[in-house]
């Protein structure tokens, strides 16, 4: 008991230390030394978009930006033109595949899946068994946003089934819609915040590319303990 | 031995290692190849630079506001945060967690903190069984070793002798392509997430805005450390803290950039809580503990406190010739490179960790690749000179002070030229051994022969003759 009381009032100590400490200021970024010059920036709120890898200013500009850093990260990016499409490009991939069962969660977009690919399925919205989804050949999911910009596709824990699934399956397929591309990262991040604050659901994810490590002389290996695959479907 | 000697002979071992050089020679200019192409795809990488330079300086000058926002949100939405001022606390909190919860086993995905306060041995010698999940981290606990380096921890490694190492303690290694060696590791990894009681993390930022903490990750093990065992643990430096959500927009594309040559690392994750209702999975309880261990220390030097703006990217690391020689263990140190010989001395004493200062040329190349635009060089003088002021070195001081006599009188100026030339061949014949007071210099230099004649003399000549 008496323990856990000088641990919790660490907070305070830890507090007490750092106000003591800041009472004295410290040095500009860019002034060391006195010598160099530095012009402030600004936050990144508001500039960070004059700073980051341009994007160019249509839509059909961002849509090729985004198949283009697809393929550099070895990500599959499919522009589909209508729900016939979207039903072929699912049905291609269970069959090259050989998908027995999918792991997927309640949605619009999930649930025309589901239908399509006529499949036993494990729905994570009511709690699921983790065993069965790991034995899934495919996690199904939506998601909240793509980023022409890096590549990247925002999942959250309230829009793509919860934590595990856009990770525990070994192939990972997002079905977008085209309204979900953003420009950059700072438009995925108003969006986020847009729709969703004050009360964000417990874990925001952007996924750049399938899982990959390169840990063993720094050479790429693909599908290191999340998805060795990643396919976006967009329509 | 001391930490200081040790280095030295470490260090002179290691760069006599012509293969370890060349290796690490190799993985790093791939390395920088890549952060080269991501750099010049930044419209202006120097305005990114100071606007992080800037927001972790609003941040750092901040800290206790930072740290009472985050703290309040994390806790409205069910998550229980622990402080700790030093190591041991922190040891003991986690520890804790684990009893109350009658855990066994804990997955863990990579962590620098932990390493800095030891975490898994205090853990294993009480009984916890402790699985590092990335593969560079579950590679070098398989070898009882320290991570070679903050973000690549096993990249001193050839493939042979993790295959090796695999076939000795795993009893399965089917070839050395690191293809079948990472997927070694993905079979081990599988079910010890799905069967680990409590899943341990880092953090690269926390976001006080919005309450969350933000994991940057390539494997994808720590986006399942925090989705599937029922207790999720986060151990976070304080001042690892970003003023705002939007923040990110910038840190998280540069961190990649300047850390490993990618534009985005695979997985940003920002978690604000344990599970919410209504969600399908993760830990039912979250804890997040916030580490001191000595950064208000850092932080009450004004001078050097912007060394708490680092970002643990490794770039500083990378480029450093001392690093690529002397290679990540030499330093003995859980921060090696151009930072941790920063803020080393801060963290565990400056007399026994001041050599790490020394050993630099000063050229400055650590401070250019520095995506938040720390001084690094300025601080590595900085320490020296601090260093020598809490306990300045007589015998140099003596030294000095008597060849300033010397130089300020031109007739012992002359003597000691004259002296310098006749004495010369003496000294060469104990060059270097142990009867030559100057041999730490002398051993692996060579003083040009001094000229009978100076040149004051050969001046006094020419304007004679003219
Ligand atoms: S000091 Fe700068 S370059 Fe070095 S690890 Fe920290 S952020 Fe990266």
Redesign the pocket.
Known sequence: MKKAETILNERDNILGRIREALKASAPLPGSHGGSHEHTPAGPPASHAREWLPAVGTSAAEQFELFARNAADLKADFQLLASREELKAALIKLRDAGKWQRIASHGGELTDFAGKSLGLPVTLTDRGYDVQEMEQCDAGITECDALIAQTGSVAVTSRSAGGRALSVLPPHHVVIARRDQLVADLPAAFARLQEKYAPDFPSMISFITGPSRTGDIERILVLGAHGPKKLTILCI | MSFVSQFKAQAGEKTRDLRHRQFIRTALRGYETARDKRKGAFQSWESARQAAAETKWEAINHLDEHLVALTRQLEARGTKVHWASTGAQAREIIAQILRDKQARCIIKSKAMTSEEIHLNDALEKEGFTVVESDLGEFIVQLRHETPYH?VFPSMHLTRGEIRELFQRELGDAPSDTPEDLTMVARRVMRQKYITADVGFTGANFAIAETGMISITENEGNSRLTAALPKTMVTLIGIEKVLPRFADLALFLPMLAT??AGQPMTCYNTMYSGPRQPGEADGPEEWHVVLLDNRRTELLADTEQRD?L?????????NVCPIFRNVGGHTYGTTYS???GA?ITPHLRGLQEWKHLSNASSLCGV?TE????K?D?HHHLLQNRRNASASQPAFLEKLAYKIFGIVANEPAFWSLAKKLGWLTQPLHDAVKGSALDPARAWTKTRDLPPMPRETFKDWWRKRMKAE
């Open positions: 903050i300047a850390g060394a703006h680092c970002i643990r990217c490794g770039a500083c690391l490179g151009p930072v920063v650590c690749a520095c995506p938040v720390i690094l």
